[in-house]
T-cell receptor
Framework: EAQVTQNPRYLITVTGKKLTVTCSQN?????MSWYRQDPGLGLRQIYY???????DKGDVPEGYKVSRKEKRNFPLILESPSPNQTSLYFC????????????FGQGTRLTVV | EDQVTQSPEALRLQEGESSSLNCSYT??????LFWYRQDPGKGPEFLFT???AGEEKEKERLKATLTKKESFLHITAPKPEDSATYLC??????????????FGAGTRLAVHP
Protein backbone atom coordinates (compact mmCIF):
# COMPACT_ATOMS: atom_id res chain seq x y z
CA GLU A 1 0.00 0.00 0.00
CA ALA A 2 1.32 3.43 -0.97
CA GLN A 3 1.81 5.50 2.12
CA VAL A 4 3.70 8.15 4.04
CA THR A 5 4.51 7.04 7.58
CA GLN A 6 5.32 9.41 10.41
CA ASN A 7 6.52 8.57 13.90
CA PRO A 8 5.67 9.20 16.59
CA ARG A 9 1.97 10.09 16.24
CA TYR A 10 1.92 11.88 19.58
CA LEU A 11 4.76 13.46 21.52
CA ILE A 12 4.94 15.55 24.67
CA THR A 13 8.35 17.00 25.47
CA VAL A 14 9.97 19.74 27.52
CA THR A 15 11.49 22.96 26.30
CA GLY A 16 15.02 22.52 24.99
CA LYS A 17 15.07 18.74 24.70
CA LYS A 18 16.12 17.78 21.18
CA LEU A 19 13.71 15.59 19.24
CA THR A 20 13.32 14.03 15.82
CA VAL A 21 10.12 13.20 13.97
CA THR A 22 10.64 10.57 11.30
CA CYS A 23 8.97 10.41 7.91
CA SER A 24 9.21 7.60 5.39
CA GLN A 25 7.47 7.07 2.03
CA ASN A 26 7.29 3.94 -0.09
CA UNK A 27 6.31 5.52 -3.42
CA UNK A 28 9.82 6.42 -4.63
CA UNK A 29 8.84 10.10 -4.67
CA UNK A 30 11.53 12.70 -5.27
CA UNK A 31 9.79 15.55 -3.46
CA MET A 32 9.12 15.59 0.27
CA SER A 33 7.92 18.39 2.54
CA TRP A 34 7.12 19.16 6.13
CA TYR A 35 4.11 21.26 7.10
CA ARG A 36 2.73 22.45 10.40
CA GLN A 37 -0.98 22.95 10.96
CA ASP A 38 -2.29 25.48 13.46
CA PRO A 39 -5.91 26.52 14.10
CA GLY A 40 -7.00 29.33 11.82
CA LEU A 41 -3.71 29.32 9.89
CA GLY A 42 -3.97 26.21 7.76
CA LEU A 43 -0.93 24.17 6.78
CA ARG A 44 2.32 26.05 6.33
CA GLN A 45 5.44 24.64 4.72
CA ILE A 46 8.47 24.30 7.00
CA TYR A 47 11.09 22.69 4.76
CA TYR A 48 11.11 20.78 1.53
CA UNK A 49 13.44 18.50 -0.37
CA UNK A 50 13.63 18.03 -4.11
CA UNK A 51 15.85 14.94 -3.88
CA UNK A 52 18.58 13.30 -1.83
CA UNK A 53 20.89 15.90 -0.27
CA UNK A 54 18.79 18.76 -1.72
CA UNK A 55 16.76 20.66 0.87
CA ASP A 56 15.53 24.23 1.26
CA LYS A 57 13.52 26.43 3.59
CA GLY A 58 9.79 26.83 3.30
CA ASP A 59 7.73 29.62 4.82
CA VAL A 60 8.29 28.91 8.53
CA PRO A 61 11.73 27.24 8.90
CA GLU A 62 12.94 28.91 12.14
CA GLY A 63 13.74 26.38 14.86
CA TYR A 64 13.72 23.36 12.56
CA LYS A 65 16.26 21.29 10.67
CA VAL A 66 15.89 18.53 8.11
CA SER A 67 18.08 16.05 6.31
CA ARG A 68 17.62 13.87 3.23
CA LYS A 69 20.26 11.15 3.16
CA GLU A 70 18.00 8.56 1.58
CA LYS A 71 15.23 9.04 -0.93
CA ARG A 72 12.55 7.46 1.23
CA ASN A 73 13.29 9.27 4.53
CA PHE A 74 12.95 12.91 5.50
CA PRO A 75 13.28 13.47 9.26
CA LEU A 76 12.33 16.74 10.96
CA ILE A 77 14.67 17.80 13.77
CA LEU A 78 13.89 20.26 16.55
CA GLU A 79 17.25 21.02 18.19
CA SER A 80 15.80 23.06 21.06
CA PRO A 81 12.00 22.91 21.03
CA SER A 82 9.99 25.81 22.41
CA PRO A 83 6.30 26.04 23.34
CA ASN A 84 5.49 27.96 20.13
CA GLN A 85 6.40 24.81 18.21
CA THR A 86 3.45 23.01 19.74
CA SER A 87 1.50 22.05 16.65
CA LEU A 88 0.29 19.28 14.36
CA TYR A 89 2.98 18.28 11.87
CA PHE A 90 2.54 16.60 8.51
CA CYS A 91 5.02 15.09 6.13
CA UNK A 92 4.11 14.95 2.44
CA UNK A 93 5.63 13.45 -0.69
CA UNK A 94 4.99 13.80 -4.39
CA UNK A 95 6.44 13.13 -7.82
CA UNK A 96 8.39 15.93 -9.53
CA UNK A 97 5.61 16.42 -12.07
CA UNK A 98 4.06 19.76 -11.12
CA UNK A 99 0.59 18.44 -11.87
CA UNK A 100 0.58 15.64 -9.33
CA UNK A 101 -0.93 15.79 -5.89
CA UNK A 102 0.93 15.47 -2.62
CA UNK A 103 0.38 12.46 -0.34
CA PHE A 104 0.31 13.19 3.37
CA GLY A 105 1.24 11.21 6.44
CA GLN A 106 -1.09 10.74 9.38
CA GLY A 107 0.41 13.57 11.36
CA THR A 108 2.41 14.05 14.55
CA ARG A 109 0.84 16.01 17.36
CA LEU A 110 3.66 17.69 19.29
CA THR A 111 3.26 19.44 22.63
CA VAL A 112 6.20 21.36 24.09
CA VAL A 113 5.80 22.29 27.75
CA GLU B 1 1.43 38.03 -1.31
CA ASP B 2 -0.05 34.70 -2.36
CA GLN B 3 -3.10 33.97 -0.28
CA VAL B 4 -5.89 31.40 -0.08
CA THR B 5 -9.10 32.18 1.81
CA GLN B 6 -11.82 29.64 2.50
CA SER B 7 -15.38 30.35 3.57
CA PRO B 8 -17.30 29.65 5.61
CA GLU B 9 -15.04 28.54 8.47
CA ALA B 10 -17.69 26.08 9.58
CA LEU B 11 -20.87 24.78 8.01
CA ARG B 12 -23.62 22.69 9.51
CA LEU B 13 -26.01 20.91 7.17
CA GLN B 14 -28.89 18.53 7.50
CA GLU B 15 -28.54 15.27 5.62
CA GLY B 16 -29.67 15.90 2.03
CA GLU B 17 -29.24 19.68 2.23
CA SER B 18 -26.97 20.70 -0.64
CA SER B 19 -24.49 23.57 -0.28
CA SER B 20 -21.18 24.98 -1.54
CA LEU B 21 -17.82 25.76 -0.01
CA ASN B 22 -15.75 28.63 -1.36
CA CYS B 23 -12.01 29.00 -1.93
CA SER B 24 -10.70 32.33 -3.20
CA TYR B 25 -7.06 32.94 -4.09
CA THR B 26 -4.75 35.78 -5.05
CA UNK B 27 -2.01 33.69 -6.65
CA UNK B 28 -1.13 34.79 -10.15
CA UNK B 29 0.05 32.22 -12.63
CA UNK B 30 -1.76 29.41 -10.85
CA UNK B 31 -0.28 25.96 -11.53
CA UNK B 32 -3.09 23.97 -10.00
CA LEU B 33 -5.78 24.21 -7.34
CA PHE B 34 -6.21 21.20 -5.08
CA TRP B 35 -9.03 20.10 -2.82
CA TYR B 36 -8.30 17.81 0.11
CA ARG B 37 -10.49 16.20 2.75
CA GLN B 38 -9.18 15.90 6.30
CA ASP B 39 -10.79 13.72 8.95
CA PRO B 40 -10.01 14.30 12.65
CA GLY B 41 -6.64 12.87 13.62
CA LYS B 42 -5.68 12.09 10.03
CA GLY B 43 -3.67 13.63 7.24
CA PRO B 44 -5.24 15.41 4.27
CA GLU B 45 -6.61 13.08 1.61
CA PHE B 46 -6.56 14.22 -2.03
CA LEU B 47 -9.89 14.84 -3.78
CA PHE B 48 -9.43 16.94 -6.93
CA THR B 49 -7.00 19.01 -8.97
CA UNK B 50 -8.21 21.84 -11.22
CA UNK B 51 -5.94 23.70 -13.64
CA UNK B 52 -7.91 26.17 -15.73
CA ALA B 53 -10.97 28.39 -15.43
CA GLY B 54 -14.13 26.57 -16.41
CA GLU B 55 -12.82 23.17 -15.43
CA GLU B 56 -15.08 20.92 -13.36
CA LYS B 57 -14.50 17.56 -11.66
CA GLU B 58 -16.89 15.26 -9.84
CA LYS B 59 -16.61 12.45 -7.33
CA GLU B 60 -19.73 10.93 -5.80
CA ARG B 61 -21.59 13.80 -4.10
CA LEU B 62 -18.78 16.31 -4.61
CA LYS B 63 -18.22 18.60 -7.57
CA ALA B 64 -15.37 21.09 -7.81
CA THR B 65 -15.36 24.08 -10.16
CA LEU B 66 -12.77 26.75 -10.92
CA THR B 67 -12.90 30.37 -12.05
CA LYS B 68 -10.03 32.84 -12.42
CA LYS B 69 -10.26 33.94 -8.80
CA GLU B 70 -12.03 31.19 -6.89
CA SER B 71 -13.10 27.60 -6.67
CA PHE B 72 -16.26 26.05 -5.32
CA LEU B 73 -16.78 22.63 -3.82
CA HIS B 74 -20.44 21.74 -4.28
CA ILE B 75 -21.88 19.05 -2.04
CA THR B 76 -25.10 17.52 -3.32
CA ALA B 77 -27.41 15.69 -0.91
CA PRO B 78 -24.68 15.24 1.72
CA LYS B 79 -24.57 12.33 4.13
CA PRO B 80 -23.14 12.25 7.67
CA GLU B 81 -20.03 10.49 6.36
CA ASP B 82 -19.21 13.64 4.37
CA SER B 83 -18.49 15.40 7.66
CA ALA B 84 -14.84 16.50 7.62
CA THR B 85 -12.64 19.54 7.13
CA TYR B 86 -12.21 20.44 3.48
CA LEU B 87 -8.94 22.09 2.54
CA CYS B 88 -8.17 24.12 -0.54
CA UNK B 89 -4.60 24.60 -1.71
CA UNK B 90 -2.93 26.30 -4.66
CA UNK B 91 0.40 25.65 -6.29
CA UNK B 92 2.11 28.93 -7.13
CA UNK B 93 4.77 29.31 -9.78
CA UNK B 94 8.48 29.41 -9.07
CA UNK B 95 8.54 29.04 -5.29
CA UNK B 96 9.26 26.30 -2.80
CA UNK B 97 10.09 23.83 -5.48
CA UNK B 98 7.44 22.37 -7.67
CA UNK B 99 5.66 20.66 -4.82
CA UNK B 100 4.86 23.69 -2.66
CA UNK B 101 1.23 24.13 -1.74
CA UNK B 102 -0.34 27.20 -0.14
CA PHE B 103 -3.30 26.13 1.97
CA GLY B 104 -6.41 27.88 3.16
CA ALA B 105 -7.50 27.43 6.77
CA GLY B 106 -10.23 24.98 5.76
CA THR B 107 -13.99 24.64 6.13
CA ARG B 108 -15.29 22.32 8.87
CA LEU B 109 -18.37 20.59 7.56
CA ALA B 110 -20.81 18.78 9.84
CA VAL B 111 -23.71 16.87 8.30
CA HIS B 112 -26.42 15.81 10.72
CA PRO B 113 -28.97 13.01 10.16
Amino acid sequence: EAQVTQNPRYLITVTGKKLTVTCSQNMNHEYMSWYRQDPGLGLRQIYYSMNVEVTDKGDVPEGYKVSRKEKRNFPLILESPSPNQTSLYFCASSLPDRNTEAFFGQGTRLTVV
Amino acid sequence: EDQVTQSPEALRLQEGESSSLNCSYTVSGLRGLFWYRQDPGKGPEFLFTLYSAGEEKEKERLKATLTKKESFLHITAPKPEDSATYLCAVRPPFSGGYNKLIFGAGTRLAVHP
